[in-house]
């Protein structure tokens, strides 16, 4: 299994632009999330899913889409970048149930200027 | 703002000593859970706690839970250069959805 993997791992952004943060799973995981960690902070949840068709917002969802069409596919997206978007954003996912360890992603690392 | 807090900050020890990071936390939860990310990577899972349980061992790593006083603490027991690295608490709520972060602590283990 490859795990969460994401893309691009890095990527500079103009001011305005958008783009997608794309992140797949091939663990079958019903729960996806989006984090963004900014420097020496901790990880901040902007979105997540239980399931396909099921999103909902987190702690920063503000500047962010997503959607969940599959199981295994949950993109980001940023509408209209904004310096203060830049970070390092992380995906993860896990199981349902009582499993509850997260498996995360190497991360994207966004610069918008 | 986050669910979590971490204390302290940075911490730093020499191999062979034991580190101890501390945890609080805001709302009920339905397990506490330990990450640890070196430099530049992502996170990986370390151990979980759930709220009905106490203490938990793993390893060289001892984790308590005190739902009383939402807090908790990470113990590695004769560290080693290898541990340095930031680690996160994190929290899941009664609804089990989503985790919660805390800030961290990064930890230095000088050989």
């Known amino acids: 299994n490859a795990g969460v993997t994401q893309t691009p791992k890095f990527q500079v952004l103009k001011t305005g632009q958008s783009m997608t943060l794309q992140c797949a799973q091939d663990?079958?995981?019903?729960?996806m999330s989006w984090y963004r960690q900014d420097p020496g902070m901790g990880l901040r949840l902007i979105h997540y899913?239980?399931?396909?068709?099921?999103?909902d917002q987190g702690e920063v969802p503000n500047g962010y889409n997503v959607s969940r069409s599959t199981t295994e596919d949950f993109p980001l997206r940023l509408l209209s970048a904004a310096p203060s978007q830049t970070s390092v954003y992380f995906c993860?996912?896990?199981?349902?149930?009582?499993?509850?360890?997260?498996?995360f992603g190497p991360g994207t690392r966004l610069l918008v200027l | 703002s986050q669910q979590g807090e971490e204390d302290p900050q940075a911490l730093s020890i020499q191999e062979g000593e034991n580190a101890t990071m501390n945890c609080s936390y805001k709302t009920s939860i339905n397990n506490l859970q330990w990450y640890r990310q070196n430099s530049g990577r992502g996170l990986v899972h370390l151990i979980l706690i759930r709220s009905n349980e106490r203490e938990k061992h793993s390893g060289r790593l001892r984790v308590t839970l005190d739902t009383s006083k939402k807090s908790s603490s990470l113990l590695i027991t004769a560290s080693r250069a290898a541990d340095t690295a930031s680690y996160f608490c994190a929290t899941m709520d009664t609804g089990r959805r989503a985790l919660t972060f805390g800030s961290g602590t990064r930890l230095q283990v000088q050989p």
């Open positions: 899913s239980v399931g396909a068709g099921i999103t």
């Open positions: 993860a996912s896990r199981t349902g149930g009582t499993q509850e360890t997260q498996y």
């Open positions: 663990m079958n995981h019903e729960y």
